[in-house]
């Protein structure tokens, strides 16, 4: 039942941001739920079964992980390899020729998606043992871009915009955390965990913050999974 839930929302998710328009310095907006749906309508199905520990939630894709491969934090290696997901996917109709979407024959690295599921798959050798209790999602499936295919971040973005954009996300997150029924909600980096200590009752849930592993945070490059570890072993989740 939640699988089939999760693809219905995805889909929604998908269908209601087709309605908002944004403005220069963005250019460019792909949506990897469209363009990406097959292996993320797999990485659903797969793992998105039953009730959950624990929720991780990141900000939105990273050009060269769920821009390519429709997985959040997606690293092109370790969705296929470890999780076992793999499928074709499309071009965006609006593609910046900077940021080709080549999917899974993408040779970039997604350092945060590479350090993020690079630590998982050390104490999860199978995949499975790891969804079985843990969960990964985006709060915003877009990625927006400038003209020199600079990526833009959500927070970036005027509120005239980020506002409309919002309100779909967490109507779109809170149908998520109440399919999954966790105990506890982490935010991968403070964006995320603003998110969700002002979606959700802290009474309810366990609201944490896991050091973001993008290589723009200067923490994140000085031992990012030491410092995850020490972080997950203080919730209890580790």
């Not at 403005?23 to 469209?34: A, D, G, K, R």
């Not at 940021?99 to 993408?106: A, H, M, W």
């Not at 104490?123 to 990526?151: Q, S």
Request: charged share 25%; with cysteine.
């Amino acid at each position: 039942m939640a699988v089939k839930i999760l693809k219905k929302e995805a889909k929604r998710l998908s269908e209601r941001l087709k309605s908002l328009n944004f403005s220069e310095p963005v250019t460019h907006v792909y949506n990897p739920l469209e363009h990406a749906w097959i292996p993320h309508q797999k990485y659903l199905t797969l793992y998105g079964k039953g009730k959950k520990k624990v929720v991780f939630l990141g900000m939105n894709p990273g050009p060269w992980g769920m821009t390519q491969t429709g997985i959040p934090f997606g690293e092109v290696s370790l969705v296929r390899d470890w999780m076992g997901i793999e499928g074709k996917v499309n071009k965006p109709e609006n593609e910046n020729p900077s940021r080709q979407v080549e999917g899974f024959s993408c040779t970039r690295s997604e350092v945060s998606g590479r350090r993020l599921w690079g630590y998982f798959s050390k104490r999860f050798p199978k995949a499975d043992e790891f969804f079985k209790e843990h969960f990964v999602l985006n709060y915003c499936p877009l990625v927006f871009m400038e003209k020199t295919g600079r990526n833009r971040t959500p927070d970036k973005l005027p509120v005239s915009e980020s506002k409309p954009m919002n309100q779909i996300c967490d109507e779109h997150l809170v149908n998520c955390v109440e399919t999954l029924h966790p105990e506890y909600l982490v935010g991968v980096g403070g964006y995320a965990t603003k998110i969700l200590r002002r979606l959700f009752d802290e009474a309810e849930y366990e609201i944490e913050t896991l050091l973001h592993p993008s290589p723009a945070s200067p923490a994140a490059n000085r031992g990012w999974e030491e410092k995850a570890e020490k972080q997950l072993k203080a919730m209890g989740l580790a």
